[in-house]
């Protein structure tokens, strides 16, 4: 089993929502079955570390033709892993309450895997974001990469952890409720959000992987 992250920040190492995927993928890799002992491989890769173009919305690809600018950037590198992967999660810092233009790019691009037979279908999906301020976008960044995923195919989850303490994703803020500040590392919530998802994520793919053998 394979679980791809995305980290949608361009800051690398220093970026914070890189930092909870890492931790959900962490996780991913720890979640235990009694029944299910294939070993759970991840990858993390960081979409600014690839070179990519923007759409030029020529719909060569609705017209089921493989997307021109792949020919001349590194697409069909990411494209490749996540044919591979069984599931996939999205880390991405809230920019102006919506995704940074690097990650857009990706989700642009990648509407060839949609045009050319759904190739992300089934493929199981979480998202993870952080923001600066307490009420920054959150919400709207994780429901950008839902309905994402959604118009993909894939069967979008979400942390599943104790209902009164936890909420549906990996999630938070730099800054706290008294108005000061910290980063993700030391944000309890935001880290346990991402390890529920990353044990969510599994849980969900090992299912769908066992229906899937079964037919
Ligand atoms: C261009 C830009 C736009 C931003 N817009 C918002 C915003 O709308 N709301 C907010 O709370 N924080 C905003 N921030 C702050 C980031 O969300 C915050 O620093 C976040 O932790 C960055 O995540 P990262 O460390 O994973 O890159 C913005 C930062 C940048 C660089």
Redesign the pocket.
Known sequence: MLIVGISG?P?HE?????FLLSKTLEAAAQTYSETDTEPIETLLINISDYDLRHCTGCDTCVRKKPCPQSELDAMHTLEEKLREADAIIISA?????SVPGVLKDFIDRSRAMKMLNHQLKDKVFGAIT????RY??QEHVIDVLNRYALGQGMIVVGSLGNPVRDGTFGSG??QTDDGNWRSAANDELAIEGSVLLGQRVVNVARRIKHQGAKQ
């Open positions: 920040s800051k220093k970026s914070n929502t890189q810092p809230s920019y102006f309450t952080y923001a600066g301020l920054g976008g803020s730099l």
